[in-house]
């Protein structure tokens, strides 16, 4: 939040990400950069290119497709909705995150929802990891490598 960014693009320039390892230099031995993928199949690449650019420091994941996925791996979702189709939409945000924060009466909350749901959602990081599995493990054996 300090500084708060405003959307992936920001998220993804280097000159505001030099700015910030070099607010938190000392203070930070890595920084986990994770933004959504967003059916952009090119987003990999540039995380490349900023992994490469500020190396070591930097750990930068692709959420598939949204950050919101791994949110929603973590409730109890309606009977109707089938993970794979979840995992599977190009747009699982909208579909998906934004009827489920409607339906729990949370969208007006923090983030639309997120704040809600997610603090509910952490507390089921085992349902998390085993539907989203690639993704942790990914996460894990990087962070392993870097550190």
Same mark, same amino acid.
């Given at each position: 939040?300090?500084?708060?960014?405003?959307?992936?693009?920001?998220?993804?320039?280097?000159?505001?990400?030099?700015? $910030?390892?070099?607010?938190?230099?000392?203070?930070?031995? $890595? %920084? !986990?950069?994770?933004?959504?993928?967003?059916?952009? +199949?090119?987003?990999?690449?540039?995380?490349?290119? $900023?992994? +490469?650019?500020?190396?070591?420091? %930097?750990?930068?994941?692709?959420? /598939?497709?949204?950050?919101? !996925? /791994? *949110?929603?791996?973590?409730?109890?979702?309606?009977? #109707? /909705?089938? /993970?794979?189709?979840?995992?599977?939409? *190009?747009?699982?945000?909208?579909?998906?995150?934004?009827?489920?924060?409607?339906?729990?009466?949370?969208?007006?909350?923090?983030?639309?929802?997120?704040? +809600?749901?997610?603090? #509910?959602?952490?507390?089921?990081?085992?349902? $998390?990891?085993?539907?989203?599995?690639?993704? %942790?493990?990914?996460?894990?054996?990087?962070? #392993?490598?870097?550190?």
């Amino acid at each position: 939040q300090d500084p708060l960014l405003q959307g992936v693009n920001e998220a993804l320039k280097s000159e505001n990400l030099r700015d $910030i390892a070099e607010q938190y230099k000392g203070k930070v031995d $890595i %920084f !986990v950069l994770c933004v959504d993928r967003d059916g952009n +199949t090119g987003r990999r690449q540039r995380l490349d290119q $900023i992994e +490469t650019e500020f190396a070591p420091k %930097f750990l930068c994941v692709n959420a /598939w497709e949204e950050l919101e !996925v /791994w *949110l929603l791996a973590g409730l109890d979702l309606p009977k #109707e /909705w089938r /993970w794979q189709d979840i995992r599977g939409d *190009l747009n699982p945000k909208k579909r998906f995150f934004d009827d489920l924060a409607n339906r729990r009466k949370v969208s007006d909350g923090p983030g639309g929802g997120r704040k +809600t749901l997610g603090e #509910e959602a952490a507390r089921n990081l085992l349902a $998390i990891r085993q539907k989203c599995q690639e993704d %942790f493990d990914m996460i894990a054996e990087r962070l #392993e490598q870097v550190l």
